[in-house]
């Protein structure tokens, strides 16, 4: 202590205020010491070092000083491009000859395509609930996890939300559990927003349930067996959502988990727990399943005719890149058929269920071999090669090419019995046996008897019978 450290104050009775002053004298400057800063990051838990496995498109890491007050923070986005364009293999180019008499050729074939990233699934939808029961301030936010339960990236492009007007939406993410970080703004990276401006809406607080699709304009990639904190702030609207209660904070399906949850009035303020959210999580799950899409000729296991068809097929992947191939199957035709033709003297055919029969060269011609039965030009009495009556006719077959020609007869029998269709049907003792095995019946017509009923009973004991007709129905 300095015991000539003396400190004077005076009085301003003009101004009513203090005025002091101070003299020092025989003080020392201690050292400073200088304490290295710990940094965190909110992508790994690495420190200041933030390498890893970043997925495509852009990832904003947040560094911050631990302990900071106020908070130092910095931001660094890292973009991964994918442009790599898939690889798409179609066979050789395919070449057949067909046996005598043949038209086409049943081929199968495969494509098949790769790329250096996970190709997607169909759209899926895990829903949580919409019941409502409480709700927030606009501008706040609510949390909860996304649990990766598969093997490949999940790609989100819309969340669904119970909210009471349009709104953009904040969507930060986190490596691992929302809770504990709800109040620390440095432990989120702010992944970009999604677009909940267009309808319908819940409405006002309770809300009637009605879920909002909130776009995405960068998909949200979530790593196979990784638990990701989501948290999202509704910038000019409210959030409803549900209390939790344990069991209704938990939904799952077989790819992802979803668990709820935490809510608050404004960012990364202290809120309110367990909260459930309530909405649904639009996603496509990675997939090593190429999405091969055909743009021309047939597909595996179709029959093909005479000629070349070209098979077309395009694969692109999550980026949009783009591959191509295309391969040629060739069928020929027989090549050592017969000019000669020579045709059946009589040949019996049946009708079919239609009551008629498509004549076919393969049915008339004997002998061979010849090409395909499809190129012949064959004529029944009356023209064409359809014959829809029993009955004899000529029949003329003609190749196209060279003109030859044969003919012979045929006789078209129907030999098919008639089909008798009945029902059951429930008539009380004094309603007539109908003549047909099922009473007509046609839209809203019912049939009225109108014939006399036999009465066992004779004359004097007749009764009147009274039908009522609803309004609904007409008469037949």
């Known amino acids: 202590m300095n015991p000539g450290f003396k400190v004077r104050f005076i009085h301003d009775d003009l101004l009513d205020s203090w005025a002091w002053g101070v003299g020092i004298d025989n003080y020392a400057v201690n050292e400073l010491t200088v304490v290295p800063a710990i940094i965190s990051n909110s992508w790994t838990a690495g420190g200041a070092n933030a390498s890893g496995t970043y997925p495509v498109g852009t990832t904003t890491v947040t560094y911050s000083i631990v302990g900071a007050n106020p908070a130092v923070t910095a931001t660094q986005n890292i973009t991964v491009n994918d442009t790599q364009a898939p690889t798409l293999v179609c066979p050789a180019d395919i070449t057949y000859s067909l046996k005598p008499g043949e038209c086409s050729q049943l081929v199968t074939y495969t494509v098949t395509g790769t790329d250096n990233c996970p190709f997607v699934g169909p759209l899926t939808t895990l829903n949580t609930i919409t019941s409502g029961g409480n709700g927030n301030s606009a501008g706040g936010q609510i949390f909860f996890d996304l649990v990766n339960n598969s093997t490949s990236n999940i790609i989100i492009s819309t969340i669904k939300m119970n909210i009471t007007g349009a709104t953009m939406v904040n969507i930060h993410r986190k490596v691992g559990t929302f809770t504990g970080s709800t109040t620390n703004a440095a432990a989120w990276t702010l992944h970009g927003q999604a677009n909940a401006m267009t309808g319908p809406f819940s409405g006002p607080f309770p809300g009637n349930g009605t879920l909002t699709n909130a776009v995405l304009a960068t998909p949200l990639i979530l790593a196979p067996g990784t638990t990701t904190g989501i948290a999202l702030t509704t910038l000019s609207a409210s959030s409803n959502y549900?209390?939790?209660?344990?069991?209704?904070?938990?939904?799952?399906?077989?790819?992802?988990?979803?668990?709820?949850?935490?809510t608050n009035n404004a960012p990364w303020t202290n809120g309110f727990t367990p909260r459930v959210f309530n909405g649904a999580i639009v996603y496509q799950a990675g997939t090593n399943a190429a999405p091969v899409m055909q743009t021309a000729g047939l597909p595996s296991g179709a029959e093909f005719v005479i000629g070349t068809t070209s098979n077309s097929f395009k694969l692109t992947d999550v980026a949009g890149n783009m591959a191509t191939c295309s391969f040629g199957i060739t069928v020929q035709e027989y090549p050592f058929a017969t000019t000669?033709?020579?045709c059946n003297d009589l040949v019996n055919i049946s009708l079919g269920d239609d009551c008629q029969v498509v004549v076919g060269a393969d049915m008339v011609l004997e002998g061979g071999p010849y090409g395909c039965y499809d190129e012949y030009i064959v004529t029944v009495?009356?023209?064409?090669?359809?014959?829809?009556?029993p009955g004899a006719y000529g029949v003329t077959v003609?190749?196209?090419?060279?003109g030859n020609s044969c003919w012979g007869n045929i006789v078209a029998e129907d030999k098919l019995p008639p089909v008798i269709e009945c029902g059951d049907f429930t008539v009380t003792c004094i309603d007539p046996i109908p003549a047909v095995p099922v009473p007509p019946f046609n839209g809203n017509r019912i049939p009225l008897v109108t014939a006399p009923i036999p009465f066992e009973g004779g004359a004097a004991n007749a009764v009147t019978l009274t039908y009522t007709v609803p309004a609904h129905v007409t008469w037949m």
């Not at 209660?245 to 935490?262: K, M, R, V």
């Not at 009495?381 to 009556?389: A, D, K």
């Open 242 to 262: 549900t209390n939790g209660n344990g069991g209704n904070q938990t939904y799952s399906d077989a790819n992802i988990t979803l668990n709820a949850g935490y």
């Open 381 to 389: 009495t009356g023209g064409g090669n359809v014959i829809s009556t």
């Open 340 to 342: 000669a033709l020579a």
């Open 398 to 402: 003609t190749d196209p090419e060279t």
